[in-house]
């Protein structure tokens, strides 16, 4: 018997296509896992958001103006309060009043989450029942 061990010129020559049969099988697997993982992610709770207002200030006199800066300091007005038990006392005395006055906290954009809520926590202490918050209505590019 004889046998031919050497090869053959045909077989000698180089394949330079790709094959993208695998490339096709991976994408086809992919685009499964999405179809069925994207309904998962996007469920939710379903809720009622608040809507976006803008509201026209109503200056009044007895409204409190309280004032936080970009270091934390809070102000009554135009004068500094000490500390959050002075604001809590002050906040008090007006707590009583009827029609209780509406506070007005105005936060300087580069003040920290913490000292806002500092003031809207002496605020519930001292039982204030409407508190708003002033902004600035962002400027419109032309």
Known sequence: MAMNVGSSSAEDEVVSTINTTPLVDVMLVLLIIF?????VVTQSIALNLPK?????????????EISVNKDGEVYWGTKQVPDME???KRLGKESVKNPQPEVHIRGDDKSR??????VV???QRAGIMRISFVTQPPERGG
Not at 35 to 39: H, S
Not at 113 to 118: F, P
Request: glycine fraction near 4%; hydrophobic fraction near 40%.
């Open 86 to 88: 002075e604001l809590v």
């Open 52 to 64: 976006e207002t803008n509201v026209v200030r109503i200056t009044k006199p007895e409204n409190i």
């Open 35 to 39: 179809l069925i993982t994207v309904p």
């Open 121 to 123: 926590f002496a605020c």
């Open 113 to 118: 989450y913490e000292s806002v809520g500092r």
